[in-house]
T-cell receptor, first 114, second 111 residues
Framework: ETGVTQSPTHLIKTRGQQVTLRCSSQ?????VSWYQQALGQGPQFIFQ???????GRGNFPPRFSGLQFPNYSSELNVNALELDDSALYLC?????????????FGPGTRLLVL | RKEVEQDPGPFNVPEGATVAFNCTYS??????FFWYRQDCRKEPKLLMS???SGNEDGRFTAQLNRASQYISLLIRDSKLSDSATYLC????????????FGKGTRLSVIA
C-alpha cells in the first residue's frame, strides 16, 4: 500500500451543497496533488500544495479550493456542488526537493451529487 | 488534439497472449512518462516509468519514441490478474509537477 489515506470513502450530496474531502500523505512526503476522475476518463489535475501553499492549479473554477496543514495533510473543498462534480477524487502524495517525482495515490473519495 | 491519447479498448485477450498498448502525446517538450495501472473502482498505481532507451520489468516492456511522441506498453504471457485499465501518463514539466493522464485502455484477459 502507498500509505496515503483519504476520507470519507464515499459521499452523497445534493446540488448547491458544500463538501470537504481529506487526504493524509505518505510519511516524509511534503506535496499533495488533487485529481478529479470522472467515469470513463483519466484523472484530471485540480491543484497541488507544497509546504502549505498552492503550487499550481488546473482548469477548475474557484469554487474548488484547498488547504495543506503543517503535517502536510490536505483538504479539498468544493462549494456550490453541481451534478458534474460527481467523480472519484484522488489525492497523490510525493516528495519535492530530493529528486522524487513519483506520485502515490490514495484510494480516493467517490462523490455523488444528486 | 488531446494532450495524451490512448485507444480505450477494450482489449479482450486469452491467457498467455501478448498485447500491446500505444499512446501519443502532444507536448513535444514533455519530460517524463509513465504507465499506471488502475483496477476497477481503485486508485491508479504506478506500473513503470518509460525511458527513451526502453525498459523492461518482467513480462512488461515500455518504450518511448520522442521523435514520434509515442509511448508503448507490451505485456507478454498475459495473466488473468493483468485485467485492468492501463493509463498512459505524461509529466510535461518534469519533476514534481502535475501529471497528464490519458483516458486509459481497458484490458480483459480471458481464461
Amino acid at each position: 500500500e502507498t500509505g496515503v489515506t483519504q476520507s470519507p470513502t464515499h459521499l452523497i450530496k445534493t446540488r448547491g451543497q458544500q463538501v470537504t474531502l481529506r487526504c493524509s500523505s505518505q510519511s516524509g512526503h511534503n506535496t499533495v496533488s488533487w485529481y478529479q476522475q470522472a467515469l470513463g476518463q483519466g484523472p484530471q489535475f485540480i491543484f497541488q500544495y507544497y509546504r502549505e501553499e498552492e503550487n499550481g492549479r488546473g482548469n477548475f473554477p474557484p469554487r474548488f479550493s484547498g488547504l495543506q496543514f503543517p503535517n502536510y495533510s490536505s483538504e479539498l473543498n468544493v462549494n456550490a456542488l453541481e451534478l458534474d462534480d460527481s467523480a472519484l477524487y484522488l489525492c497523490a502524495s510525493s516528495l519535492t526537493g530530493q529528486g522524487g517525482e513519483t506520485q502515490y495515490f490514495g484510494p480516493g473519495t467517490r462523490l455523488l451529487v444528486l | 488534439r488531446k494532450e495524451v491519447e490512448q485507444d480505450p479498448g477494450p482489449f479482450n485477450v486469452p491467457e498467455g497472449a501478448t498485447v500491446a498498448f500505444n499512446c501519443t502525446y502532444s507536448n513535444s517538450a514533455s519530460q517524463s512518462f509513465f504507465w499506471y495501472r488502475q483496477d476497477c473502482r481503485k486508485e491508479p498505481k504506478l506500473l513503470m516509468s518509460v525511458y527513451s532507451s526502453g525498459n523492461e520489468d518482467g513480462r512488461f516492456t515500455a518504450q518511448l519514441n520522442r521523435a514520434s511522441q509515442y509511448i508503448s506498453l507490451l505485456i507478454r504471457d498475459s495473466k488473468l490478474s493483468d485485467s485492468a485499465t492501463y493509463l498512459c501518463v505524461v509529466n510535461p514539466q518534469g519533476g514534481n509537477t502535475p501529471l497528464v493522464f490519458g483516458k486509459g485502455t481497458r484490458l480483459s484477459v480471458i481464461a
